[in-house]
């Protein structure tokens, strides 16, 4: 396959894509702490169907998006960097192989020719075997946050506590008793993630799915994504609230950066994840305001790209699209502080400040100085352990 050069397209894009659909779990109020679950082929589907849309967005020389230069049906793996929280059971990182599945799908254009003249073709009718690099939880708080953060468990107390949760308590209350008999033995509790059950039951349990009132399931949805919405952000950018994102927001701006320059292979960077930092991401970067219909959960199988180009007068800029779920055909574009497009420069003016870029600095970030390998640092100089002395960050 020849790839086609163009002037126009896309330089690069760094994807954000929630993992697919999956077994039961269980998320601790209190803490968010959880384990992964396990894919079903409903979420193989899914995500090979988001690989396939995102394979006649970028890889379409066609599209207006196309990415210059990317290889478009064989698999050049340099121009890949895929990523994917591995903690507990294999759904997202089962999720990042049924993306890939889609995105570069089997193709006998891969066969090679050996020496003695036989021509080998990868099994499965040209299977093309994409690394990912698998994040486990013990390796790197990037992925995970929220989980043994103590000030976040500090941030679930206050926001439990808050009037505007109290209220929504006192509102839901009727539709939660309501639901008792639909929870099993689960905690019918505003804090708790009862959409997960009722979803879960409602799309596995065939008696579940012929007895469950109608409206239910959207109203658990609604509930859930109004809580969720209230925990994935911060009164400020920089709250712990916000912490899904602002874990990930290194690697999103130094692929961007990478992505500038002309020694750089990397044309697509895909993070496969959870659906904790599309919300902050959505608040930290004030695209609610524009739509604020996206302040909730992001379905199975949803993106965010933010798509790297250069304009007219050669600067870098950055566009975001978000596609909820399997569902939407939309790829909708998205604001960043009010604008489709802005610089990449001011998209890192805006957004460097509230980054946390090492475990060092997640460490300090959740007043954690035991879990998660904080355990290696030197607190001697931490503001709050030691409030005379000064940082050492
Ligand atoms: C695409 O390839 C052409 C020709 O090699 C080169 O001039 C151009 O800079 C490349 N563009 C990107 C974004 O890699
Ligand atoms: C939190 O969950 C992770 C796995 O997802 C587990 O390794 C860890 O021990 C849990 N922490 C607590 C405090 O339960
Ligand atoms: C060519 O090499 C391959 C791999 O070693 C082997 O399987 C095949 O039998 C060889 N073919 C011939 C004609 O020697
Ligand atoms: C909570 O409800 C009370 C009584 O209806 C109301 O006065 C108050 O403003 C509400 N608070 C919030 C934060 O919504
Ligand atoms: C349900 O959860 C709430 C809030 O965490 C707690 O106060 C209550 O005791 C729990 N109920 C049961 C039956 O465990
Ligand atoms: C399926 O749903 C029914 C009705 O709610 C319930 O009684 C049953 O325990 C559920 N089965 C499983 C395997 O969860
Ligand atoms: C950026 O490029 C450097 C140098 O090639 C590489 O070490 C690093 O892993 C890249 N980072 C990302 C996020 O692409
Ligand atoms: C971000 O989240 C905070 C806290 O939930 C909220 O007050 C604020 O309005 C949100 N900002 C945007 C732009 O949605
Ligand atoms: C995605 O769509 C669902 C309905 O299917 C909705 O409840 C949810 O709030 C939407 N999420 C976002 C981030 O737009
Ligand atoms: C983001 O929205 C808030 C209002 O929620 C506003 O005060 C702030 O100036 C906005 N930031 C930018 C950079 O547009
Ligand atoms: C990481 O963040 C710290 C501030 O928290 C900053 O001083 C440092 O330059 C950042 N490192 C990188 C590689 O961005
Ligand atoms: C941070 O954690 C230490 C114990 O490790 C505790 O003594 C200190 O009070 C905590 N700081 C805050 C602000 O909660």
Same mark, same amino acid.
């Given at each position: 396959?020849?790839?086609?050069?163009?002037?126009?397209?896309?330089?690069?894009?760094?994807?954000?894509?929630?993992?697919?659909?999956?077994?039961?779990?269980?998320?601790?109020?209190?803490?968010?702490?959880?384990?992964?679950?396990?894919?079903?082929?409903?979420?193989?589907?899914q995500?090979?169907?988001?690989?396939?849309?995102?394979?006649?967005?970028?890889?379409?020389?066609?599209?207006?998006?196309?990415?210059q230069?990317?290889?478009?049906?064989?698999?050049?793996?340099? $121009?890949?960097? %895929?990523?994917? &929280?591995?903690?507990?059971?294999? @759904?997202?990182?089962?999720?990042?192989?049924? *993306? /890939?599945?889609?995105?570069?799908?089997?193709?006998?254009?891969?066969?090679?020719?050996?020496?003695n003249?036989?021509?080998?073709?990868?099994?499965?009718?040209?299977?093309?075997?994409?690394?990912?690099?698998?994040?486990?939880?013990?390796?790197?708080?990037?992925?995970?946050?929220?989980?043994?953060?103590?000030?976040?468990?500090?941030?679930?107390?206050?926001?439990?506590?808050?009037?505007?949760f109290?209220?929504?308590?006192?509102?839901?209350?009727?539709?939660?008793?309501?639901?008792?008999?639909?929870?099993?033995?689960?905690?019918?509790?505003?804090?708790?993630?009862?959409?997960?059950?009722?979803?879960?039951?409602?799309?596995?349990n065939?008696?579940?799915?012929?007895?469950?009132?109608?409206?239910?399931?959207?109203?658990?949805?609604?509930?859930?994504?109004?809580? $969720?919405?209230? %925990?994935?952000? &911060?009164?400020?950018?920089?709250? @712990?609230?916000?912490?899904?994102?602002?874990? *990930? /927001?290194?690697?999103?701006?130094?692929?961007?950066?990478?992505m500038?320059?002309?020694?750089?292979?990397?044309?697509?960077?895909?993070?496969?994840?959870?659906y904790?930092?599309?919300?902050?991401?959505?608040?930290?970067?004030?695209?609610?305001?524009?739509?604020?219909?996206?302040?909730?959960?992001?379905?199975?199988?949803?993106?965010?790209?933010?798509?790297?180009?250069?304009?007219?007068?050669?600067?870098?800029?950055?566009?975001?699209?978000?596609?909820?779920?399997?569902?939407?055909?939309?790829?909708?574009?998205?604001?960043?502080?009010?604008?489709?497009?802005?610089?990449?420069?001011?998209?890192?003016?805006?957004?460097?400040?509230?980054?946390?870029?090492?475990?060092?600095?997640?460490c300090?970030?959740?007043?954690?100085?035991v879990?998660?390998g904080?355990?290696?640092?030197?607190?001697?100089?931490?503001?709050?352990?030691?409030?005379?002395?000064?940082?050492?960050?």
């Open positions: 396959m020849v790839n086609t050069t163009t002037t126009a397209g896309l330089i690069g894009v760094v994807l954000l894509a929630r993992h697919g659909d999956r077994t039961a779990y269980y998320q601790d109020p209190n803490t968010y702490n959880s384990t992964q679950a396990y894919i079903t082929p409903l979420g193989e589907t995500e090979f169907e988001l690989g396939s849309f995102l394979r006649n967005i970028y890889l379409n020389p066609d599209s207006s998006s196309f990415i230069n990317i290889s478009t049906d064989v698999v050049n793996v340099d $121009q890949l960097a %895929v990523r994917a &929280d591995a903690g507990g059971g294999n @759904v997202i990182l089962n999720s990042a192989y049924a *993306l /890939l599945q889609g995105l570069y799908p089997s193709t006998s254009k891969s066969e090679m020719t050996l020496a003249g036989t021509t080998v073709l990868s099994p499965l009718g040209g299977y093309q075997y994409v690394p990912v690099e698998s994040l486990e939880f013990w390796q790197s708080p990037a992925l995970t946050s929220w989980m043994e953060c103590e000030y976040f468990q500090y941030h679930l107390t206050r926001i439990y506590a808050s009037s505007a109290i209220n929504m308590s006192t509102t839901a209350a009727p539709f939660l008793t309501a639901l008792k008999p639909y929870l099993g033995g689960v905690n019918n509790s505003l804090t708790n993630m009862i959409y997960d059950h009722v979803n879960v039951q409602y799309t596995y065939k008696t579940y799915y012929e007895t469950l009132p109608p409206t239910f399931l959207e109203q658990a949805r609604y509930y859930a994504d109004w809580v $969720q919405r209230n %925990v994935f952000t &911060d009164s400020a950018q920089n709250g @712990v609230g916000q912490i899904p994102i602002r874990t *990930l /927001l290194p690697e999103i701006i130094w692929a961007l950066g990478n500038t320059k002309a020694s750089n292979k990397v044309k697509m960077s895909i993070q496969e994840i959870d904790k930092p599309f919300i902050s991401l959505f608040n930290v970067t004030n695209a609610t305001l524009a739509d604020p219909d996206i302040a909730g959960i992001a379905d199975y199988a949803s993106v965010v790209a933010l798509e790297l180009s250069q304009n007219s007068q050669g600067q870098h800029e950055v566009s975001m699209k978000f596609k909820n779920g399997t569902e939407s055909s939309q790829f909708r574009q998205l604001t960043m502080f009010g604008n489709t497009s802005i610089t990449l420069d001011s998209f890192i003016h805006q957004l460097d400040t509230i980054t946390i870029n090492s475990t060092n600095n997640w300090f970030s959740c007043n954690q100085t879990l998660r904080c355990s290696v640092f030197n607190y001697s100089n931490d503001p709050f352990l030691n409030p005379t002395a000064t940082t050492n960050t």
